[in-house]
């Protein structure tokens, strides 16, 4: 079993930077796809952000260009750097890992509230 916990979340105001982690222990992290999705008050969870087991990244569209995210396989950690943020970018942020051969993400986080004010 893979476990998951998110920090950095926090209050910021538009324009500024924030920088997510997520700690992932329980499994080989080498070998696993990681993910970020985020859900805002009344909306469906959306796919953000994903890392495949050799680097590869892909991006939604509404964060492209602003936000990277990155893996460190010696920490067991994977980061979301959110730059620009926008009132738009406010929900809570959900790490998410599956292994390399699935397509479904089986582990997640608790969720980190990241929320953006103007």
């Known amino acids: 079993q893979v476990q998951l916990v998110e920090s950095g979340g926090g209050l910021v105001q538009a324009g500024d930077s924030l920088r997510l982690s997520c700690a992932a222990s329980?499994?080989?992290?080498?070998?696993?796809?990681m993910a970020w999705f985020r859900q805002a008050p009344g909306k469906e969870r959306e796919f953000v952000a994903l890392?495949?087991?050799?680097?590869?990244?892909g991006y939604a569209d509404a964060v492209k260009g602003r936000f990277t995210i990155s893996r460190d396989n010696a920490k067991n950690t994977v980061y979301l750097q959110m730059n620009t943020l926008k009132l738009e970018d406010t929900a809570v942020y959900y790490c998410?890992?599956?292994?390399?051969?699935?397509?479904?993400?089986?582990?997640w986080g608790q969720g980190t509230q990241v929320t953006v004010s103007s």
């Open positions: 890392i495949n087991w050799i680097g590869n990244t």
């Open positions: 998410a890992a599956r292994k390399r051969d699935r397509t479904a993400y089986a582990y």
């Open positions: 329980g499994g080989t992290f080498s070998a696993y796809d």
